[in-house]
Nanobody
């Protein structure tokens, strides 16, 4: 059974940066495509980025493109989300999710495709 644990959230001022980590245990992370999602109170869950299991192909939501970078280190069984130029509207609980893709180069921007989820980490952007 795959277990995911997010870390790295916290309070940051507008314009600041954070790096979130999604650490996997139980199974090798390189079996899985990984997605990052966020869910703020009163809003729908938003898929913000994903990365394929094989060649590191990535996808980003327009709301974070150019500011956020997803990467993976399969040797460390960890996926990262580097977040720069943070805005108050980035305030949310951030989750990582994993699923074995039918095609190695695939990842999905929608949460319905993922079976495994972490517990989330809070990111607050405020002055």
């Amino acid at each position: 059974q795959l277990k995911l644990v997010e870390s790295g959230g916290g309070l940051v001022q507008p314009g600041g940066s954070l790096r979130l980590s999604c650490a996997a245990s139980g199974l090798p992370l390189d079996y899985y495509a990984i997605g990052w999602f966020r869910h703020a109170p009163g809003k729908e869950r938003e898929g913000i980025s994903c990365i394929s299991k094989s060649d590191g192909r990535t996808r980003y939501a327009d709301s974070v493109k150019g500011r956020f970078t997803i990467s993976r280190d399969n040797a460390k069984n960890t996926v990262y989300l580097e977040m720069n130029s943070l805005k108050p509207e980035d305030t949310s609980v951030y989750y990582c999710a994993a699923e074995i893709p039918p095609v190695a180069t695939m990842c999905w921007p929608t949460g319905a495709h993922y079976r495994y989820w972490g517990q989330g980490t809070q990111v607050t952007v405020s002055s």
